[in-house]
């Protein structure tokens, strides 16, 4: 899915046989800048940086949902780190709603259950 302007997706789920995995892969708007550095030195020239808009973000959240408190969650910039792939596991029975947002990103999921 792609996320845009924090959008959010829900996700009931009633899990009868642990574990819960959740696997994802972000891929982030990128952007290109160069800069010319050294002006009027010998030493002028060009350099060019590519790297994760500092707007892309992605949360998974994993809440209770009887009660709605928070379980786990992992994500990409904001508050987190900029590993574009990460594993967030749950083991324990229960119902649960698994929320994920972003914003100029693209993700590839996978939401496994079961033995």
């Known amino acids: 899915l792609t996320y845009r302007f924090g959008e959010r997706v829900v996700f009931p789920v009633d899990l009868t046989i642990p574990p819960l995995f959740i696997k994802f892969n972000v891929i982030p708007v990128m952007v290109n800048r160069s800069k010319l550095v050294d002006i009027g030195l010998s030493t002028e020239r060009t350099v060019y940086a590519v790297y994760p808009d500092p707007n892309s973000w992605f949360e998974v959240k994993v809440l209770d949902a009887v009660s ?10 904001k508050e987190y780190n900029q590993y574009t792939k990460q594993e967030l596991m749950v083991r324990e029975r229960g119902k649960y709603t ?11 999921t996978q939401i496994l259950m079961g033995d």
Do not use: K, L
């Not at 698994?98 to 590839?108: A, H, K, L």
């Open 68 to 77: 709605g408190s928070f379980v786990d969650a992992r994500g990409f910039n």
């Open 98 to 108: 698994v929320e994920m947002s972003g914003n100029g990103v693209t993700v590839n």
